[in-house]
């Protein structure tokens, strides 16, 4: 695709609820990034794929969250037992090289979750 | 953690006018990049400085670094209207191409 794709744009969800949001990254980019943004604050990084494996998944805040990119394109990040403290806005962005490189990264336009 | 800081949180200035935004951050990294977000959404890369560069210019964008003090600041010159937009320094921490740390941002208004 032009860009980079998550859907979807909204979610509202009640706590203690499951949810999955996708993430389609540019055709070709092999490095896939998840980040959460809350209001007022930057984005803070969750995990780090190259290709299908997970490189780094040390930003994940515990293990309610999980995150899979089974073809090295697509991925899914995974939340168990939603909590109100989740509401945030869930951002994907891919690159077209990672870890070693100065690349740039490109955003898609984030799922903006609220767990009610 | 944050690693960078934004300065000033604000700005508010008049289109036609420049204006300045600063970052700092605390470790040692390979490049720092700027980047745009309009609407609390997707984030637009705008500009990335290697550390061993001091000065790099994009458009209406000049980008400098100073790494003795670990800082740098974006200037857009001729302010727009439409640069009205959250500004984010990034940086990946010393040993790390991929891992951007973010700071909280600079809310940008440019009133017509």
């Known amino acids: 695709g032009a860009g980079v794709s998550q859907t979807p744009s909204n979610k509202v969800t009640e706590k203690g609820k499951y949810v999955e949001l996708r993430c389609d990254p540019i055709s070709g980019h092999t490095a896939l990034y998840w980040y959460r943004q809350s209001l007022g604050q930057g984005p803070e990084f969750l995990i780090y794929?190259?290709?299908?494996?997970?490189?780094?998944d040390s930003g994940l805040p515990n293990d309610r969250f999980f995150a899979v990119r089974p073809e090295g394109s697509v991925s899914t990040l995974k939340i168990q037992r939603t909590e109100r403290g989740d509401s945030a806005v869930y951002l994907c962005a891919s690159s077209q090289l990672g870890g070693g490189t100065d690349t740039e990264a490109f955003f898609g336009q984030g799922t903006r979750l609220t767990v009610v | 953690s944050q690693q960078g800081e934004e300065d000033p949180q604000a700005l508010s200035i008049q289109e036609g006018e420049n204006a300045t935004m600063n970052c700092s951050y605390k470790?040692?990294?390979?490049?720092l990049q700027w980047y745009r977000q309009n609407s609390g959404r997707g984030l637009v890369h705008l500009i990335l400085i290697r550390s061993n560069e001091r000065e790099k210019h994009s458009g209406r964008l000049r980008v400098t670094l100073d790494t003795s003090k670990k800082s740098s600041s974006l200037l857009i010159t001729a302010s727009r209207a439409a640069d009205t937009a959250s500004y984010f320094c990034a940086t990946p921490p010393g040993g790390s191409n991929y891992k951007l740390t973010f700071g909280k941002g600079t809310l940008l208004t440019v009133n017509p």
């Open positions: 794929f190259q290709g299908t494996g997970a490189a780094d």
């Open positions: 470790t040692s990294i390979n490049n």
